[in-house]
């Protein structure tokens, strides 16, 4: 059991999507030592004025952190449903959900919907839509790293996906443009630009970032959660632990945990 024992403060907590002058970005974490010897700890500590509160992660082992378990039957999920989303078969962590449920609502006043259109998938969901793509992309791109690297401009390999964590979700739309001027939910990213961090997200793919995915305005991340679960990503797993799929074998050469798993956003960090 990962016993991850949070502080942060939400003016650390700032995350301004692709602004790069964000104020953010100006105070260190720190990680202090294990607290108990039976326990894998990381105190976080964000400033002075920082708020405490325990995060539990039970069970963040390789299997979690590749997404081999089934979040219906894991103790800290819970059903997301209507009004957050008209999908079916929607799960978070209960800690993502309750942060999400409070930004909702604080949308809500505003007169912003956000919907959620994806949330935590399995190994085998994201096996599903990877190798529908490496079929669908077969004849554009015969050669597999380049088929790979295709597919990597939106969608993960299983096994490296932070949608299997929990913490992250897609909201309203899976199309940049309807988020920018003159999209339909031009409203609903400038909302999330301007508030998302008060309530612990992030936007991990931005724009201009030297590696990884293209920009994703509908990818969020509830960071209390995916930045222990992407520390402990980094510590554990290796190239060789994404594997069981279609061109599984070039993560290694395409470095997939580096580039992709660690290309995010800095201040999603
Ligand atoms: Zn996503």
Redesign the pocket.
Known sequence: MYIFFWAFSLFFQACQGSDPSSEASGVPLKVAAPVASDTMAATLVAGAAASAAAVTVPDADSDYLLGKFDPATHPDFVKVGKPYTDRAGMMLRKESFEAFKKMWAAAQKDKVVLKII?STRSFGQQKNIWEAKWERFAKDAPLPKNRALKILEFSSMPGSS??HWGS?I?LNDLNNAAFETGGKYQKVYAWLNEHAHEYGFCQPYTAGRPNGYHE?K??WSYTPLSKPLLDEYQKTITASDIKGFKGAELAAEIGIIQHYVGGINQQCK
Do not use: G, I, P
Request: aromatic share 12%; glycine share 0%; proline share 0%.
């Open positions: 994806s932070r949608h992250d897609d994703e509908w990818h």
